[in-house]
């Protein structure tokens, strides 16, 4: 069982005005030129995780100017015998609501009846940028398996950011520091183990899975300070570090302090010393691995959202992760700019001509 979505529409979305989509449950390939609106849909449909979706964008960006206020998006999602009506939209550049069934609730929410991947152009440069990309792709990761990660990671955030305005101001009074590495503390305890948790088990699904794509051993690190284990010992980590955080005007213990490092197994090599295309086939492995452990835990994979994945892997490597997607019966939403490029899906995939137009125009073509 996977999930599915059946039908989308999105209205006043990028350069989407209105578009409506019927869905068949197999790996949708959508082709057309660049600039035409693919990445938009697959966008789109990123919307139905918690979080900002695959460009990170702020909801007053994602609409259609200059003719439209706001944007929604709505979508039936199909899981395990069920059928949900999800919707989300922004007004007025407002943040982005949420209705499940009808009934209002709260982004994470979304993370219990739905879980997305992802894998896009900009994160070709994963092993060889800054550590927040990184740290970023792991909580994407934590969220597929703990719903909870995303409500943890912002309450963890939300303390910090109070922290260091009392550290920016130079308050050095300890009882204004208390309730807030309290805080941090419990929330930033649970962020680290929701990561290792999540890191155990790509680790397990990479170890039992027959693959085309090379293994990539990760791990955790904490550069500056290791990270206590227990709540307790973060707080006092915190309090201990006070005196060295005012002097350089921010937290410089926590979560938000880790790393994560690849290795590409098979050659022991580190990812941020392999060529542009084993740090791109390690990319595909990890996301393949995140959707069989989420399959394997879950009963159900996940949506994945493949932006241009095609293009930067040979006809073999190309066929190859084709069959491994119908084998663990994931829909994938890929784009590309030719219809050939997955030629080798065949009829296992239902394609979608996406036209350069006022508008963007989608077709259904198979």
Known sequence: MALRL???????????RVARMALDGRPVALYGPNGAGKTNILEAVSLFSPGRGV?????ADMTRR???????????LETSGHAHELETWSEDGAARQVRIDGKSAAQVALGRVSRVLWLIPAMDRLWIEGAEGRRRFLDRM???????HAEVSLQYEKAMRERNRLLKDMVREPSWYLALEGQM??????????????????????????????TADLELV?????????????RIALEDSRSRDLAAGRTLVGPHRADLIGTYAAKDLPAKDCSTGEQKALLVSLILANARAIASTYGAAPLLLLDEVAAHLDAGRRAALYDEIVALGAQAWMTGTEKDLFAAMGDRAQYFEVS??????I????
Request: no cysteine.
């Open 142 to 148: 934590a969220l597929s398996f703990e719903p909870g």
């Open 66 to 76: 200059p003719e439209a206020l706001g944007w929604k998006l709505s979508g039936v």
């Open 6 to 16: 059946t039908e989308l529409t999105i209205s006043h979305f990028r350069s989407h």
């Open 55 to 59: 460009r990170r964008a702020s909801a």
């Open 185 to 214: 503390a419990e929330a930033g305890i649970t962020i680290d183990q929701n990561r290792r948790i999540a890191l155990e088990n790509l680790a397990r699904a990479q170890k039992n899975a027959a693959t085309a794509f090379p």
């Open 356 to 361: 350069e137009s006022d508008g963007a125009s």
């Open 222 to 234: 904490h550069n500056e300070m290791a990270l206590p284990d227990t709540v307790d010992g973060l």
């Open 363 to 366: 077709v259904v073509d198979g």
